[in-house]
């Protein structure tokens, strides 16, 4: 049983716009109706002649010399993507404020919107500033020349994908006493602090950020975005509490969606599936204004597109590129399932080509022993893992069904380590990491690290929400790190309570729980190969009403290193399949030819519903325990990861025509 | 206007504008927040409500709609402070994440568990169509809601 659960079902959670304070000023933003264009007039509310600051990034060095523009607060000249803020509006009635936002004048002298990344690299530069639409360009690898028998040749894409948590992004800020107090649904409390106390120019010890329960985030809750800097501001100015809670339109036209992905690779091999090079480029279309993860992110595709396997040669050029869209974000996965489709998706050509069977050209390109990447990218042999995964979802009888099957591997963002805090208070031990938890079921690892290490039963510890006030410093919850890094931290952050209490002779867990200990940790920790966790997909697809294609069984094998909860990983990995399946089908964030999203509604967005959910084969196995000391891997994105190779391939395998585009084309069905 | 509803067996009036949303008063005016928005047009079900009886999304109507009828909210689906059949296998199957959607499945899942005849996987899968998990995969809300239908 969980309290935190038992507490959603009884309707008393604490989401965003649960929270309220009397006098509490609604906030509205009055975004963009263009995607492109100069803006002749604003008239009404808060505009960027009032409000003129710049979002920032972290990685200031990195943006030196670069091409790299940071999305302003508000629009100053001219606008950039449908959907970018132009003047806020605030009311002490939610309903009023809507009203006034509407009283807003805006008037544009519209431009040609630049679109795809073909447009972009074609088009003149959308920042009049820079040279070139080009943010920023990587090589990863080294240039080689193979003669190689087999050169095959293929263009692949991800269309961009909105993150749509159920709950929308939200924020309360109130300034009070001199201190400017924020709660807000987030994954890191950290860069919030961090975001608002750069770009307004505060003391950190004049800001805390607090975390109310976050319905879900998958990437969309982890930056500073405009709003918050309004509402924060506007709450400085007024002395009063400020509440924005996003409507869905508005996180489809301005929340930062993920992939938006595209491959020109060429696979190199012998005769007999060797696989002997893989060059090619990445483009990413970063949408109009740029940050650190966004722009890198063609570089953090091609450093991990070797996946498990062995191949000797790698060159890849990664660009990332301006169009006139909302600025990209992370999205589940971030990287990795780019990667992993744009190779495995190139494997099935060239086995395809030696009329071979897919997984033997697998098994055959897997190391023996450690093998670094030209990418840099180290990975531990995995032959023995997959092999044993293909038995145990007895591949003879998939294969008879058509499957398609993936290999992978899920790397963990450990980069930066991860904080954790213990503290015994009133008879209990209450919990805080520095990765903020949106109930993926943190506490579940949480309650088993301190009853494994202080013998205190699970029912006696509480996993608290983020704040930055009680653990003054922590990254945050992303890129499947939690497990591994807050584990890590939480880990070592008991030892040391566990010494204090032997100590002080304490030897009952209800003398340590009547004590008042406690205890912080910070971890700072680096990857190692044996983070990284190995995954096998398959997936059996159907075509539904003669029409539709569907995916009706999925089967996953997946290493999560040792197990620390395995309801909360079986939900995290049936989540993310059903995620990555429903990316293949019809989940995407399009565009109209005027720069305008298609979709204005959630259903519209092309996500799963129940009926879509197919039959689930999970199996959770442990290839070796990870550095860490409790043993965990990462498992977050697991699902995302392995099922869009594996749903593709079941699918052209029923209808014979190639797949290298999500969502697939239903004209491939004609 | 003077809008009176009767939810969760108490009466709240209040002088509100015609164009209030119901879940907007059964939130602020009434104060219950474990009815959600989720989206406001009807395609996530976290607003979802027992009107009469029968389960319905109250981001699409208006408060003034309901007059006259018994409202049951999530916090009403059972005896004070306490979980129903549904509630609770949900909980102990730990089949939700962030929570969010509680009200939703809670809603659905008590109706279907109430009000459909011969029970099995794809009936559940139908009638919870309507409602959105962002977490799951809804595999274990499938079979939890299922398991506690049959056994209804």
Same mark, same amino acid.
């Given at each position: ?670 | ?64 709609? /309901?007059?006259?009828?018994? +409202?049951? =909210?999530?916090?009403?689906?059972? &005896? !004070? @402070?306490?979980?129903? #059949?549904?509630? %609770? ?13 509680? /009200?939703?499945?809670?809603? +659905?899942? =008590?109706?279907?568990?109430?009000? &459909? !005849? @011969?029970?099995?996987? #794809?009936?559940? %899968? ?18 939890? +809601? ?7």
């Amino acid at each position: 049983m969980s309290e935190r659960t038992e507490k959603f079902l009884k309707g008393k959670g604490n989401f965003i716009d649960d929270i309220t304070f009397p006098d509490m000023l609604y906030l509205e933003i009055v975004r963009s109706r263009k995607a492109h264009a100069k803006l002749l007039k604003v008239k009404g509310g808060l505009t960027a002649d009032n409000l003129d600051l710049t979002l920032i990034s972290t990685g200031e060095s990195y943006r030196k010399g670069k091409n790299y523009e940071v999305e302003p607060v508000l629009a100053k000249e001219k606008v950039l993507y449908y959907g970018q803020p132009v003047s806020a509006v605030y009311d002490k009635d939610r309903y009023k404020a809507k009203d006034l936002a509407e009283t807003v004048e805006i008037s544009y002298e519209e431009l040609k919107p630049v679109l795809t990344i073909e447009d972009s690299l074609s088009s003149k530069p959308i920042h009049d500033s820079k040279k070139d639409n080009i943010v920023s360009s990587f090589e990863v690898g080294k240039k080689f020349s193979l003669g190689s028998k087999i050169k095959l040749s293929d263009e692949l894409f991800m269309e961009r994908v909105l993150p749509n948590p159920l709950e929308t992004r939200g924020i309360v800020a109130f300034y009070n006493s001199g201190k400017l107090n924020v709660w807000i649904s987030t994954q890191s409390v950290y860069s919030i602090k961090n975001g608002l106390t750069r770009i307004l120019g505060l003391n950190p010890e004049d800001i805390n950020v607090y975390q109310s329960d976050t319905g879900g985030a998958f990437g969309s809750k982890s930056a500073v975005y405009p709003e918050y800097v309004i509402a924060s501001y506007l709450s400085i100015k007024t002395k009063k509490p400020i509440k924005w809670i996003e409507s869905r339109e508005e996180h489809i036209s301005s929340t930062r969606p993920g992939r938006g992905a595209k491959a020109q690779l060429k696979i190199y091999g012998d005769e007999k599936g060797k696989i002997e090079g893989i060059e090619g480029k990445i483009l990413v279309d970063v949408g109009a204004f740029a940050d650190d993860l966004s722009s890198t992110s063609p570089s953090w595709i091609g450093y991990q597109i070797t996946g498990p396997y062995m191949i000797e040669n790698v060159f890849i050029e990664g660009y990332s590129v301006y169009t006139n869209k909302a600025p990209l974000g992370p999205y589940r996965g971030a990287g990795r399932p780019e990667a992993t489709f744009f190779i495995e998706r190139m494997i099935d050509l060239y086995a395809d080509y030696l009329g071979l069977d897919p997984v033997d050209v697998r098994l055959k390109n897997l190391p023996e022993k450690l093998f670094e990447s030209p990418t840099g990218l180290k990975v531990l042999p995995s032959k023995a893992f997959f092999e044993e995964g293909i038995k145990k979802l007895n591949y003879a009888e998939l294969k008879k069904n058509k499957a398609g099957v993936s290999f992978g591997i899920l790397i963990p963002a450990v980069y930066g380590g991860e904080s954790a805090k213990i503290k015994i208070e009133s008879g209990a031990v209450k919990v805080w990491l520095g990765g903020n938890a949106h109930w993926q079921r943190h506490e579940l690892f949480v309650k088993r690290i301190i009853k494994e290490v202080l013998g205190i039963p699970e029912d006696k510890v509480i996993l608290m929400n983020g704040n930055t006030s009680e653990l003054e410093k922590g990254i945050g919850t992303w890129g499947s790190r939690s497990a591994i890094t807050a584990g890590y931290a939480l880990y070592k952050a008991a030892l040391a309570l566990k010494e204090k209490v032997e100590k002080m002779g304490l030897k009952e867990p209800q003398q340590v729980l009547s004590s008042e200990l406690s205890s912080e940790y910070y971890e700072n920790m680096q990857l190692d190969p044996s983070m990284i966790s190995f995954l096998l997909t398959a997936a059996i697809a159907e075509i539904d009403e003669g029409i539709k294609p569907a995916i009706k069984e999925i089967l996953a094998y997946y290493d999560v290193g040792e197990p620390l909860s395995s309801e909360a990983i079986y939900g995290q990995i049936t989540g993310g399949l059903l995620m990555g399946i429903q990316e293949v089908l019809t989940e995407a964030l399009k565009y109209d030819e005027k720069g305008k999203p298609v979709a204005e509604t959630l259903s519209a967005t092309g996500i799963a519903y129940s009926i879509n959910a197919p039959k689930y084969d999970v199996q959770i196995t442990s290839f070796g325990r990870s550095s860490a000391p409790h043993g965990a891997k990462g498992v977050g994105e697991a699902g995302t990861v392995g099922a869009p190779p594996a749903s593709a391939r079941a699918i052209e395998n029923l209808i014979k025509k190639r797949i290298n585009s999500l969502p697939i084309n239903l004209d491939l069905l004609a | 206007m003077k809008i009176k509803l009767n939810i969760n067996g108490t009466d709240y009036e209040s002088e509100e504008e015609p164009r209030m949303l119901l879940v907007d008063f059964i939130r602020d005016v009434a104060g219950l927040k474990g009815t959600h928005v989720g989206c406001e047009t009807g395609s996530c079900g976290a607003c979802m409500v027992l009107l009469d009886g029968m389960p319905v999304k109250s981001c699409l109507m208006l408060a003034v709609q /309901a007059e006259g009828k018994k +409202i049951i =909210t999530i916090e009403g689906l059972s &005896e !004070k @402070n306490g979980l129903n #059949k549904v509630q %609770k296998a949900l909980s102990e199957k730990k089949a939700l994440q962030c929570g969010f959607c509680a /009200a939703g499945f809670s809603i +659905i899942g =008590t109706w279907i568990s109430e009000n &459909e !005849k @011969n029970i099995d996987d #794809k009936k559940v %899968k139908e009638g919870l169509a309507g409602v959105v998990c962002r977490c799951s995969g809804y595999d274990t809300i499938i079979k939890t +809601i299922t398991e506690v239908a049959k056994n209804e």
